[in-house]
């Protein structure tokens, strides 16, 4: 879970996220899990090399990290965060 531990997530509202990373704080992307039929787009260069490419090629969703991943650490620790999310609500 190392990708996690290097960034913090900020809840923009609805499903739209900034992702910072922890090491250059001004620094930030734009995840908005909206998009792509609900599997996400980030700013980020490795998911408009990596994961876009996949996405647009009809790959489907899968565990993260994977040679074939469709996401990038940023929306795969938006995941994370929303998972967390329901957890805390649903215990009060
Ligand atoms: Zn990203």
Redesign the pocket.
């Known amino acids: 879970m190392k990708a996690e531990a290097n960034v913090r997530v900020e809840h923009r509202g609805q499903l739209l996220f900034h ?1 910072t990373s922890q090491s250059k704080e001004e620094e930030f ?1 734009v ?1 908005d899990l909206s998009l792509n039929r609900g599997l996400g787009e ?3 260069r ?2 408009a090399t990596r994961c876009q490419p996949r996405i647009r090629a009809g790959y489907a969703p899968n565990d993260d990290p994977h040679a074939e991943r469709i996401n ?4 795969h620790a938006c995941l994370l965060w929303l998972g967390k999310e329901v957890v805390r609500r649903t215990n009060g």
Do not use: G, T
């Open positions: 992702v992307y995840c980030c700013s980020c490795d998911w990038c650490k940023h929306i």
